[in-house]
């Protein structure tokens, strides 16, 4: 039963003010850069049968400082269906003038109807779609008892969560993924687990997998 540990990027000096989006060129600054080597250290002792990145660089960077040091087969792998969502007219613009628009109350009540506007403008739906497949061919192509790492985004994260829980698209934006936090799924037979959301620091030794065949959830919640 394959576990993704989805990891968001760590801090630019435009995250939060700004979408940035697909812009080329935005590094991790020095709080990310801490941030990156914190998530690594945290996952030192966790042994990972890939580590999977948006080409994007803050991802990069971020699954480039877990690897390091770390033998993992196939090195940094990079899959694009793990990008940002392309936000079209609204890359590079602050987040402060967005919320003005009129199809920023669209993106907080019903996100499943938006498509950002402009050349490239994706819908967030559709966004979803190619994120989750991702983690559906990974989990194909890694094996059951795998445990791998993909370093993406926000709202990426955000819908895969989505998914996981059975969510309609509509409700994701009642979930918080911050920079550089963990989020980790479970996928089984039968279902998703979400077993970790927005972790920034508990242990995580728990993931190591053992007798994870059982779709069945513990009734009362286990031990």
């Not at 506007?117 to 190619?130: N, Y």
């Not at 998703?192 to 009362?220: H, I, W, Y």
């Amino acid at each position: 039963m394959p576990t993704v540990l989805l990891i968001r990027h760590g801090l630019t000096a435009k995250t939060g003010p700004v979408l940035t989006g697909w812009t080329p060129g935005v590094p991790l600054d020095e709080r990310g850069t801490a941030q990156a080597g914190a998530v690594a250290a945290r996952l030192a002792g966790l042994p990972l049968d890939a580590v999977v990145s948006s080409p994007l660089d803050r991802c990069l960077q971020t699954a480039r400082a877990v690897l390091e040091d770390r033998d993992t087969p196939g090195g940094l792998e990079v899959d694009e269906r793990f990008g940002e969502v392309r936000y079209g007219d609204w890359t590079g613009r602050e987040l402060k003038e967005l919320a003005e628009e009129p199809l920023w109350k669209v993106v907080q009540a019903h996100p499943s109807a938006v498509t950002f506007p402009g050349d490239g403008g994706e819908s967030l739906a559709a966004a979803q779609l190619r994120a989750v497949r991702a983690v559906r061919d990974w989990n194909e192509r890694l094996g059951d008892e795998a445990v791998y790492a993909v370093c993406s985004h926000g709202d990426i994260i955000k819908a895969i969560v989505a998914d996981a829980l059975g969510l309609h698209l509509d409700q994701f934006q009642r979930i918080q993924v911050d920079p550089a936090s963990l989020t980790v799924v479970r996928y089984t037979e039968l279902r998703p687990f979400l077993v970790r959301l927005n972790d920034g620091g508990t242990d995580l030794s728990g993931l190591v997998p053992v007798n994870q065949g059982d779709s069945d959830a513990p009734v009362g919640g286990g031990a």
